[in-house]
Structure formats: structure tokens, C-alpha cells
């Protein structure tokens, strides 16, 4: 059983930094790509970065340098850093893997 559990939200000012990261159980996280999402108060789901296996890295362009994806396959998790971080990055963060959703960690920028 797909198990992702998120961390690392909380209310950050304008130009700060956060960094969440998704711990994933039940299948073999090595083999495949990981995606972090996010949706917005009104707006769909978006895609906002995914690493491969092979540690590729795509980025949505909104995210594209300011956030990094990464994972550690040894403690089978994945992680977003995000810097510079903006009000409109105000969104539920979520973890993503084959039809599976994590709970989403709040984050929050604000003043």
C-alpha cells in the first residue's frame, strides 16, 4: 500500500525559505519519478516539479529557479526547496506517486 506523508510547511515571509519533504512507503521509490504539486485557494492542482529516477528534474515555469526537487532514495524521500519564496506560492503542497496523494502540507507567505 502507496503511503506518502508530507512535512515541512508553516508560514514564511515574503523571500523565505521552506523546504518539504515526502516520505514514501510501500513501493520501490528508487525506481520511479516523484512529482510535488500544489494547489492554490480557488485554483486546480497544478504540477510544480518531478525528478526522476535518474534524478532528471522538470520544473513548472513558475517554480523554475527558485525551487529544487531532489530525493534520497536511501530514505526513500523526496524533497522541495523553495527560495525566494512569493504570496502567490501560497498553496497546499502535496506529494505525488501512481494515483496516489500524500495529506498536502499548508504553506503559507505572508507579511
Known amino acids: 500500500q502507496v503511503q506518502l506523508v508530507e512535512s515541512g510547511g508553516g508560514l514564511v515571509q515574503p523571500g523565505g525559505s521552506l523546504r518539504l519533504s515526502c516520505a514514501a512507503s510501500g513501493f520501490t521509490f528508487s525506481i520511479y519519478t516523484m512529482r510535488w504539486y500544489r494547489r492554490a485557494p480557488g485554483k486546480e492542482r497544478e504540477l510544480v516539479a518531478a525528478?526522476?529516477?535518474?534524478?532528471?528534474?522538470n520544473y513548472a515555469d513558475s517554480a523554475r529557479g527558485r525551487f529544487t526537487i531532489s530525493r534520497d532514495n536511501a530514505k526513500s524521500t523526496v524533497y522541495l526547496q523553495m527560495n525566494s519564496l512569493k504570496v502567490e506560492d501560497t498553496a497546499v503542497y502535496y506529494c505525488?506517486?501512481?494515483?496516489?496523494w500524500g495529506q498536502g502540507t499548508q504553506v503559507t507567505v505572508s507579511s
Open positions: 505525488y506517486f501512481a494515483n496516489s
Open positions: 525528478i526522476s529516477s535518474a534524478g532528471t528534474t
